[in-house]
């Protein structure tokens, strides 16, 4: 499936609220509409220079190199179509799971640190993690990671999901496509994987050469 759109969800019940999510769009978000967190914890400096200039384009929005306040980043959440997040593990230490299920809409997520669309068991409990929290609060679709990969990999991938978010069109293809990108194809590219339903990205404009 490494070449094929393709969703995933952690049951059946979530095939009708991810739906609904993407139908109360109009089944597509503005890929223009969005706001990004970038190098939160200041460590990844060669991802920041990758993506700093490109990110900082009008009418994006959003932080780099330092962490967001919990309050700002939840109403980014609920106002815009897309959030990006480009860092350590799922961001989860900057929104706790019980904000993101009080919003009453949620961003299509991309989470581009290690692990990050990994859900953890605890015991007999139902798993949990980022990307289920943000499905749960309404989120159309993820886009994540399910094991460790390199910054390197990370960013080979983001930069072509956000080529093809400049031309727009499927959500799924462009993950899809996204993963040639990878000099591990089979290894950190097929970590990514979008939950969630089929969605259309509407193209930001202005794709670089």
């Not at 920041?48 to 994006?60: G, L, M, S, T």
């Not at 956000?162 to 000099?183: H, I, K, N, Q, Y």
């Amino acid at each position: 499936l490494v070449e094929q759109p393709v969703a995933r969800l952690p049951c059946a019940a979530y095939v009708d609220r991810c739906v609904a999510a993407a139908d109360a769009r109009g089944g597509s978000v503005a890929s223009s509409d969005a706001y990004y967190l970038l190098n939160p914890s200041g460590d990844l400096q060669r991802t920041q220079a990758a993506f700093e200039e490109r990110f900082a384009r009008p009418p994006w929005e959003g932080v780099v190199g330092e962490p967001p306040a919990e309050e700002a980043l939840r109403s980014a959440l609920e106002r815009k179509d897309l959030f990006v997040y480009c860092g350590h593990g799922d961001g989860s230490r900057f929104i706790s799971a019980d904000s993101l299920h009080r919003l009453p809409r949620c961003s299509v997520s991309v989470l581009m640190g290690c692990r990050s669309g990994a859900l953890k068991r605890v015991g007999g409990l139902a798993p949990s993690g980022m990307a289920l929290s943000c499905l749960n609060a309404r989120s159309p679709a993820v886009v994540a990671n399910l094991w460790d990969v390199t910054d390197g990999e990370s960013d080979r991938f983001c930069r072509a999901l956000m080529d093809s978010f400049e031309r727009g069109g499927c959500l799924l293809t462009a993950v899809a496509s996204a993963r040639r990108a990878c000099r591990l194809r089979y290894l950190t590219g097929a970590a990514a994987v979008c939950y969630g339903a089929p969605i259309t990205v509407e193209p930001r404009g202005g794709a670089e050469a």
